[in-house]
């Protein structure tokens, strides 16, 4: 995990700032209700809560909806004791009157205090109604794509995947520099993306920049260079469409590069119409940036011609065969703009997939449900890595965390999973090396309901050289040839070619039927109408058989994954695993 809610002072703090004030954060249901998308001619319960040294006596909501305006008093639902800030907190609730489909509800909820006439505005605790946070979402019938439900993602950070035509690699003297991969070599290589089973391919930035990551573009309508042009973008996706390949954008509305012509000309000059894109502590050298990263100012996008500009060009990509965003740093812009976002892109395309990254808790997530097709799953990341890399978690906390996190979130919001990326330590230097923990937490993300996401590299044993002190470290050149690790590749070639065949992985109900903290071995069973599959784990260093009390089974059973030894009988199924493997039973 990454990010500060590692750390349980942060995790602390967050919890109590939280609680301070008067506070929504965008929820859009009661304390233990589940979470669920906003639907067309429904009412939409808003939840507030306060605390501190205030009393309120009422606590309102003001609201537009497609310019129509109009208030709303939220009524106390009564008090709950925190042990940890030694007071009360009061919830209040509400209820948004039902929108039709195409509505954007913009909001804001303050509360006055009990003997005044003064008001105090959440989440930002402003006195005046104009400065309150704006909370936002958007009202449609647009279902998650079908083709992201059952999507294969594969993950490519575009300067280290593949130079193509025969190019070595570049040797820049840090890993800071670019190593030469460019969208034609991504081209050369969609058979083999194809080859894992993959449907999807996720592009990190691909527009003009001065980094190799590209997450500070100059140019939201220009391909960097050094990665090709934009006939090559638009060739990449002609032909991974000829594939039935979708392709996603990685897209960054929170911030872009100090060398953009926009921020260049608010730095020149003070009357610049470009200034007000910005937020200035004193201009032109003090500026909110990305986490304080000069090299990235952030954008004010409660500006309009900011925002505006953002939207038509991610609609512009849409229009040139784009399928999907993933949206970087989600939590920076205001949930106003997401909600436009949200329009403006479905307006093109009904089918686009839109997907965050949020690394935050699961009510932090939640609050992204009205404009978001999904995000990014984090928690499930930390939960695999956990329980089979580094084994600081059990069985028995994984499948408790596992059988809440399936239940969280409504079903038509997608989780997309995976074991690493870009930002994180890669899974096998992680795992000590040890490709076997590898195989067992893919195996696990390769049968849950999810997406999984395959960041380059990872199917063919690329790991690091140092620990992540700097995120260059988890972004080594792809190995190709006789540096890949051709096991490991082809172990995850058959997951993908197993999911593919047993659609009841992504539609089906996984139920677990064995659990052994001793012997650290573990199963669930995935069952859809009458098809069924069994997942069984041993992450033991000793061989184990393992007998299970189920009947899904008639007369024979086959492990398609690694050929051990299953035996069926009437009311059970037994399978004999060496240390540390698995079996895919159907």
Not at 76 to 97: A, D
Not at 107 to 114: D, E, Q
Not at 213 to 229: A, I, K, L, M, Q
Not at 462 to 467: E, F, G, H, L
Request: glycine content about 6%; overall charge neutral; charged content about 20%.
């Amino acid at each position: 995990m990454f990010g500060s809610q590692k750390d349980f002072d942060n995790r602390t703090a967050e919890y109590r700032s939280n609680l301070a004030g008067i506070k929504h954060q965008h929820r859009l249901k009661t304390p233990f209700a589940k979470a669920s998308r906003p639907q067309p001619n429904h009412p939409i319960t808003l939840h507030v809560t306060t605390s501190g040294g205030i009393a309120y006596d009422s606590v309102r909501c003001w609201m537009n909806a497609n310019g129509e305006e109009t208030t709303f008093e939220l009524v106390p639902g009564g008090p709950v004791w925190s042990t940890l800030e030694w007071r009360y907190v009061l919830h209040w609730h509400g209820q948004i009157p039902p929108q039709a489909s195409g509505t954007v509800i913009r909001y804001k909820i303050g509360g006055r205090a009990i003997g005044s006439d003064s008001w105090i505005f959440a989440d930002n605790q402003a006195r005046v109604l104009s400065d309150a946070t704006e909370f936002a979402i958007s009202i449609d019938n647009y279902d998650l794509p079908t083709w992201a439900r059952d999507a294969v993602i594969y993950h490519i950070f575009l300067d280290r995947f593949y130079p193509g035509d025969g190019v070595p690699w570049k040797k820049p003297t840090n890993l800071s520099g670019f190593f030469g991969g460019t969208l034609r070599g991504a081209i050369q290589k969609l058979d083999y993306i194809q080859s894992l089973g993959c449907t999807a391919i996720w592009l990190s930035p691909v527009f003009a920049s001065p980094t190799h990551h590209g997450y500070d573009s100059t140019d939201y309508y220009t391909v960097e260079p050094r990665f090709g042009t934009n006939a090559d973008l638009k060739a990449l996706i002609e032909k991974a469409h000829q594939r039935g390949i979708r392709v996603i954008l990685d897209f960054v509305a929170n911030h872009w590069s100090n060398q953009h012509p926009t921020f260049q000309a608010a730095q020149r000059d003070e009357n610049s119409e470009y200034k007000a894109w910005y937020t200035w502590q004193r201009w032109p050298d003090e500026y909110t940036s990305f986490f304080g990263v000069k090299g990235m100012p952030q954008l004010n996008l409660k500006h309009k011609p900011a925002s505006d500009h953002l939207l038509a060009c991610a609609q512009y990509w849409l229009e040139n065969g784009v399928d999907g965003y993933r949206l970087d740093y989600a939590p920076g812009p205001p949930h106003t703009f997401w909600a436009d976002f949200r329009q403006a892109c479905k307006a093109v395309n009904p089918d686009v997939f839109l997907f965050g990254e949020v690394v935050r808790h699961s009510e932090g997530i939640a609050a992204y449900i009205p404009h978001f097709d999904g995000c990014l799953d984090f928690l499930l990341a930390e939960a695999l890595r956990r329980t089979f890399v580094l084994e600081t978690s059990t069985l028995l906390e994984f499948e408790a965390f596992l059988a809440a996190h399936e239940t969280y979130f409504p079903k038509d919001f997608s989780l997309p999973a995976f074991l690493d990326n870009h930002d994180m330590t890669r899974i096998l230097y992680l795992a000590g090396e040890d490709k076997a923990k590898v195989k067992l937490a893919a195996l696990v993300l390769f049968t849950l309901s999810a997406p999984p996401v395959i960041y380059n590299g990872t199917e063919v044993g690329v790991s690091q050289r140092n620990p992540l002190g700097r995120f260059e470290e988890a972004r080594l050149p792809m190995l190709w040839g006789e540096e890949a690790d051709k096991n490991l590749l082809t172990y995850f070639q058959r997951l993908g070619a197993l999911r593919k065949q047993f659609p009841v992985l992504t539609s089906g109900k996984r139920k677990v039927v064995h659990l052994n903290l001793q012997n650290r071995t573990y199963a669930y069973l995935c069952t859809l109408e009458t098809n069924s599959v069994l997942i069984v784990l041993n992450t033991s260093r000793r061989s184990e058989t393992i007998d299970i009390p189920i009947s899904v089974f008639q007369t024979a059973a086959e492990d398609m994954l690694n050929g051990n030894r299953v035996l069926v009988s009437e009311n059970s199924v037994k399978v004999s695993l060496p240390a540390q493997s698995s079996a895919f039973i159907a």
